[in-house]
Each structure stands twice: as C-alpha cells, then as structure tokens.
C-alpha cells in the first residue's frame, strides 16, 4: 500500500511539474526570414481564380487567409495585398508573390491541396513566395457565413 502512495504522489508531483512549466514553443525559426517592410510584404492573386466559386468568394477566401497568417501573435509577418496578377509563374522566385489556382496541369499529387514555394532566405531573406492550390483534384467551396 505504501508504494501505491508513493506512485501516486510521484503521478501527483509530475503532474503539478508540467502545469507549472513554461509553454513550449510549437515551431522553431529554421534561419530564413523575410525583411518586412513598413507597408507589409506584398502579395498579388490571379487573375483567373476557382472554377468553383464565384470569384469575388474565392479572393475574399485567399485574402483572409493571408490576413490570418499576418493576425497570428507568434507571426513577425504582414502580409499587404497588391491587386490581381495575369502572372501565373508559380515558383519562378520573379519577386512577385503570387496566390494561382491550377483546374489542370496539377502535378504535385492528387492529395495535395496546396503548395507553397519560397526563392531567397539564409543570410539574405526571402525575396519571394508563391503559393498554388489544387483545382484539378479538388471541389472548392466556401461554408456559408457564420459556420
């Protein structure tokens, strides 16, 4: 019996250890970085958005993702939306950082829903970041608002 107690109060000490530990970090800087301007690092959308919905919906989408990734409290990012692009040259490191949806043509998998791809970082910082998604194999829509 006085070894059960023993295991409990060493479960209990453990237990009041870990609650009383300081959070651990969920990721870990790997040395790239951008060199954020004041106005934010620009980011341009397609002209040519989903086949599946409406394309006010789709940029609208696209924008508050980006807004999402700038509001995040571990973030140093701000991202600054720049207008629509004709420029579909998805990792072309051409510095214009640019959201594309490809209905065809996919050829990063078909389970694959995204992809984003970074030209720069180490002692320079990241000069560009394109990001595509995967119209080909997969329905896109939007849940109606306040779901």
Same mark, same amino acid.
């Given at each position: 019996m006085a070894r059960l107690h023993r295991h409990l109060a060493a479960a209990a000490l453990g !237990?009041? !250890?870990l609650t009383a530990a300081s959070p651990a970090l969920a990721w870990e800087p790997l040395g790239g970085r951008w060199n954020v301007p004041a106005d934010g690092v620009k980011y341009?959308?397609?002209e040519q958005l989903? !086949?599946?919905m409406d394309d006010r919906t789709c940029l609208e989408g696209i924008q508050t993702g980006y807004a999402a990734w700038t509001s995040l409290p571990c973030t140093y990012m701000n991202w600054a939306y720049d207008g629509r692009t004709q420029n579909r040259a998805w990792g072309a490191a051409d510095g214009e950082n640019i959201a594309v949806?490809? +209905? +065809?043509?996919w050829t990063e998998g078909a389970s694959v829903l995204g992809v984003a791809a970074n030209s720069g970082g180490a002692g320079g910082g990241y000069v560009d970041c394109d990001?595509?998604?995967n119209g080909q194999d997969h329905t896109w829509i939007s849940p109606p608002v306040g779901t």
């Open positions: !237990a009041v !250890a341009r959308i397609n989903s !086949a599946d949806w490809f +209905e +065809e043509g990001t595509k998604y």
